[in-house]
């Protein structure tokens, strides 16, 4: 029988040097994207997906973090005396979403290392890990359906996509097999990172796992890997090839992903969700229209 899953981690310990100088003083996942910092669509994914204990992973410097998700009496009242109910609920909403909990990694040894720290929170029942640098459209959903795969088939399940060969050293990459229930596979193997030409297939895997307790002893026996860090990837690989707690299932999925974690990618992404807004869209997208004519 499975446990109830309740419980979702996510990482949020990395330096995120990749948008230095914003991330000097202030976490990578506070980006604002479109008018909500990053962190905030992936928490209110997991509330919608049932997880509404989120353990984050932190790191120094991420105080906002905590801060974000916690009411303001301040400003609160302030919003209040001016009678602005929206505004005031933006502000109550990220406080009111989830219950909340946070351990800093202290070392950066890398993802497997970060969910290692969950271990104590976590205990002995089945979680989700959200990568905060993946956002998943809200009108798509991947937890859903991998819960659904993780409760009947009692393993862990972990979310894929596929993508162009040539990015395949940005992503663990799997060897799957089919196991005739339309986009869900079995993982026959897992390897982090490979080049183009070493890479065994395009299916990438994307940041969403569920998890069986069972991974906390394998990450705390994982030697580094990649990058000399502790892998998720590697102790996913021998939970899959040693059949540990049922092996590993993927879940392809094949709904719109934005990826925030590069400096290309996080203006598409702020682009693409202002564009679906209905007091942003009309206007960016003509302006967008005039800008590509002006450059021509
Ligand atoms: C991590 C994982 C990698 C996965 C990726 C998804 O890498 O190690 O296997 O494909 O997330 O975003 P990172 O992007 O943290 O380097």
Redesign the pocket.
């Known amino acids: 029988m499975t446990t109830r899953l309740t419980k979702a981690v996510i990482p949020a310990a990395?330096l995120g040097t990749r948008f230095l100088p914003a991330t000097k003083a202030m976490p990578k996942e506070m980006l604002p994207v479109v008018d909500k910092p990053a962190i905030q669509y992936v928490v209110e994914e997991a509330v919608q997906n049932g997880l509404t204990d989120v353990l984050m992973i932190t790191g120094r410097n991420k105080n906002a973090l905590e801060n974000h998700f916690d009411s303001v009496p301040e400003l609160e009242s302030a919003l209040e005396l001016k009678g602005d109910q929206t505004k005031l609920l933006t502000v109550t909403q990220p406080a009111d979403l989830a219950d909340m909990h946070y351990v800093r990694q202290g070392a950066p040894r890398g993802?497997g290392h970060a969910v290692l720290r969950a271990q104590m929170h976590v205990g002995d029942n089945p979680f989700a890990v959200l990568?905060g640098?993946?956002l998943i459209d809200e009108r798509d959903n991947v937890l859903g359906p991998m819960i659904a795969a993780h409760k009947k088939h009692d393993a862990s399940v972990i979310a894929l996509m596929e993508i162009p060969k040539d990015l395949t050293d940005?992503?663990?990459i799997a060897t799957v097999e089919s196991v005739g229930e339309g986009d869900l596979v079995r993982i026959l193997d897992l390897v982090?990172?490979p080049a183009p030409e070493d890479a065994p297939s395009n299916l990438?895997?994307?940041?969403r796992y569920v998890l069986k307790p069972d991974i906390f002893e394998v990450l705390d026996q994982t030697l580094p890997g990649k990058g000399n860090e502790i892998?998720?990837?590697d102790a996913l690989r021998h939970m899959a090839t040693n059949n540990i707690a049922g092996g590993v299932y993927g879940y392809i999925f094949r709904g719109r992903r934005y990826?925030t974690?590069d400096k290309l990618d996080y203006i598409k992404a702020i682009v693409r969700l202002a564009l679906q807004r209905e007091d942003l869209g009309p206007l960016l997208e003509q302006w967008l229209d005039v800008e590509s004519h002006r450059r021509k």
Request: glycine share 22%.
């Open positions: 990395g993802l990568l640098d993946d940005h992503y663990g982090e990172k990438a895997i994307i940041g892998q998720l990837t990826d974690g």
